[in-house]
């Protein structure tokens, strides 16, 4: 990667403060003829109502099993049955962030979970996509997740810094393929000369606490959801590591391909999540920060995604109580945290954002099919 390339992902992604997504999968409903709920065919159809739409199901592609944006995703989904007059929402797990920009530009779904790395490489044609480019991007929603991303070894690998690393031979997890938490991890190992030296472990979220279980993983990439809970497999690595688990320590040349990374942020926090005590080498969390977002296609009514940034800020109660990790939308201005400028903000949105005077004319207007 040339250093130009370099700069010019850093200021995509950087300049829009950290973020992730979510993303919708496969519409179907009763649309009406309403200038912004498309035509009456395809994915939606029906007589219409006074917004334009009587009723509506969007499957929303999340990532797997226990991972923040399927808890994120069930969260949405009950609240909408709750709050909602027409929209329904579906929780349809998937191969991960990154992933789902393929799926999408393939016609497979129409929204997805994105992170702003995955976001920056589809834009660059680089990383998962520099053999299978994207040439259809969704329009940006809203932000709805930080994912605090860092490494915990256990005692037995003796592994107690990141310079540790660097002479390799150990068993390292950098998250599961296909996830945009890997795709992040993996660049980052790979400037650092982690990835080449030791041997990386090619396995499932589902399997790794296993794994750990067995001892036969030294060091695992783990990630804490905004500041409040370990994600799901991580609690259940947690769990089943029969409190062998510490903090890494992170040296300032691993510190530094952090803070140069275009895709990340620098964190340093004290841990949290963990049942155990994990500061037995450093009591500090120094990580790499990915944000997540609810991402929409030009093919989503605009109604449909008003509705969903309404919910997410005026019932975010709601889906507190099915997540507690969830971020308080009710400022709605949190919901900007992830905006990439060289990418259209859905019209639902932007309608919503500018009824709420958080609209930046910075910005563009994405346009419906």
């Known amino acids: 990667m040339t250093d130009s390339t370099n700069r010019s992902r850093r200021d995509v992604v950087k300049g829009a403060t950290t973020l992730g997504v979510i993303g919708l999968a496969g519409c179907t409903g009763d649309e009406g003829d309403g200038d912004d709920g498309g035509d009456s065919s395809g994915d939606g159809s029906g007589d219409g109502g006074d917004d334009g739409i009587d009723e509506y199901d969007l499957v929303v592609g999340t990532s797997g099993s226990g991972t923040p944006t399927e808890a994120a995703g069930q969260a949405l989904a009950r609240a909408c049955s709750e709050e909602s007059d027409f929209l329904t929402l579906t929780v349809q797990n998937t191969d991960g962030w990154s992933a789902n920009l393929i799926e999408y530009d393939q016609g497979t779904i129409p929204a997805m979970g994105v992170d702003n790395n995955s ?58 393929p296909g996830a945009g938490t890997r795709a992040l991890t993996e660049e980052i190992l790979r400037e650092t000369g982690v990835w080449e030296a030791n041997n990386m472990l090619q396995i499932e979220f589902s399997e790794i606490a296993g794994a750990v279980e067995e001892g036969r993983a030294d060091v695992i990439a783990m990630y804490g959801v905004n500041g409040v809970a370990l994600s799901g497999w991580c609690e259940e690595v947690d769990l ?91 400022g709605v201005e949190s919901m900007t945290n992830g905006v990439i400028p060289e990418i259209p903000i859905h019209p639902g949105v932007a309608d919503y954002w500018e009824e709420n005077d958080v609209w930046n004319d910075d910005w563009t207007r994405g346009e419906l099919e």
């Open 119 to 176: 976001l920056a490489n589809a834009l660059a044609d680089e990383g998962p996509y520099e053999d299978n480019p994207v040439d259809d991007l969704p329009h940006l929603g809203f932000m709805y997740t930080n994912l605090d991303i860092h490494f915990v070894a256990t005692e037995e690998s003796g592994v107690t810094s990141t310079t540790d690393l660097y002479d390799g031979g150990y068993d390292v997890y950098p998250l599961q």
């Open 240 to 330: 089943r590591s029969d409190g062998s688990l510490n903090v890494v320590e992170v040296d300032d040349e691993f510190r530094q391909v952090i803070e140069d990374h275009g895709g990340a942020q620098l964190v340093d926090v004290e841990p949290y999540g963990y049942q155990q005590d994990v500061t037995g080498i450093t009591d500090t969390l120094t990580g790499w920060q990915l944000v997540g977002q609810w991402a929409f296609g030009s093919e989503v009514p605009a109604e449909v995604a008003y509705e969903i940034a309404r919910i997410s800020s005026e019932e975010w109660e709601t889906i507190q109580e099915s997540d507690p990790t969830a971020i308080d939308h009710s």
